[in-house]
């Protein structure tokens, strides 16, 4: 069964591009069906656009509601687009929201967010800055299940990034963003093929 893929973003959209990308040049066995964004101003709704997938915008400012109850907006778009927990892979690539329980219950080991550090170290906001601050020699990005903590899903891949003298927040950011494009092609690729096996904590890849 080919999976359906949907896309939750919030700004540029340079991970969800390069998904878009691999799915269409790689022939990665996925179908990505939708982007939603939260921020009607993404701009990637327009790359988004550009690769003829079709695009939502669940509007998070301004909404008075539980995170739950935005969650349901969310939930709702998807089974427009007939995306259940069973036939589906929801990746997070930059949604400045936190997900609600029962959301991430529901779509328990469907959903995939990446993080600009080498987790467990430095989750949360600005992971580059806490990085070159900490005076550690190397960070990178990590993708990752999404569980109800922040940033402590299941691992499915890292790459590192050596951090130098002179690194700036921007400039190592810069070079942890080319990894990311890398490792989220990657995670993407692992599950439309169905090479990972999740059991509790453990992620086992089959060859
Ligand atoms: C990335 O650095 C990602 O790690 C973080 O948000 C940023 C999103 O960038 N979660 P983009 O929108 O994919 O370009």
Same mark, same amino acid.
């Not at 109850?69 to 930059?94: F, M, R, W």
């Given at each position: 069964?080919? =999976?359906?893929?949907?896309?939750?973003?919030?700004?540029?959209?340079?991970?969800?591009?390069?998904?878009?990308?691999?799915?269409?040049?790689?022939?990665?066995?996925?179908?990505?069906?939708?982007?939603?964004?939260?921020?009607?101003?993404?701009?990637? =709704?327009?790359?988004?656009?550009?690769?003829?997938?079709?695009?939502?915008?669940?509007?998070?400012?301004? &909404?008075?509601?539980?995170?739950?109850?935005?969650?349901?907006?969310?939930?709702?778009?998807?089974?427009?687009?007939?995306?259940?927990?069973?036939?589906?892979?929801?990746?997070?690539?930059?949604?400045?929201?936190?997900?609600?329980?029962?959301?991430?219950?529901?779509?328990?080991?469907?959903?995939?967010?990446?993080?600009?550090?080498?987790?467990?170290?430095?989750?949360?906001?600005?992971?580059?800055?806490?990085?070159?601050?900490?005076?550690?020699?190397?960070?990178?990005?990590?993708?990752?299940?999404?569980?109800?903590?922040?940033?402590?899903?299941?691992?499915?891949?890292?790459?590192?990034?050596?951090?130098?003298?002179?690194?700036?927040?921007?400039?190592?950011?810069?070079?942890?963003?080319?990894?990311?494009?890398?490792?989220?092609?990657?995670?993407?690729? =692992?599950?439309?093929?169905?090479?990972?096996?999740?059991?509790?904590?453990?992620?086992? &890849?089959?060859?």
């Amino acid at each position: 069964m080919l =999976l359906k893929l949907a896309i939750l973003i919030s700004g540029r959209g340079s991970n969800m591009r390069a998904i878009l990308n691999a799915v269409k040049k790689q022939g990665i066995p996925i179908n990505p069906v939708v982007v939603i964004s939260n921020k009607p101003t993404a701009g990637g =709704l327009r790359i988004a656009k550009k690769y003829g997938v079709k695009t939502e915008i669940v509007e998070s400012k301004g &909404f008075q509601g539980t995170r739950w109850e935005y969650d349901q907006k969310i939930i709702h778009v998807l089974s427009k687009y007939d995306i259940t927990p069973k036939n589906s892979l929801i990746c997070l690539a930059g949604f400045m929201r936190i997900l609600s329980p029962e959301f991430i219950k529901k779509f328990k080991n469907r959903i995939l967010n990446i993080h600009p550090s080498i987790l467990p170290a430095f989750p949360g906001l600005d992971a580059q800055r806490q990085a070159i601050e900490s005076g550690v020699s190397h960070s990178g990005c990590t993708v990752h299940f999404v569980d109800e903590g922040v940033d402590t899903g299941q691992i499915i891949v890292q790459e590192t990034v050596k951090i130098k003298n002179d690194d700036t927040e921007e400039t190592l950011s810069k070079r942890i963003l080319a990894k990311e494009h890398k490792a989220y092609v990657k995670a993407v690729k =692992l599950i439309a093929e169905k090479k990972i096996n999740v059991t509790g904590r453990k992620v086992k &890849f089959l060859a």
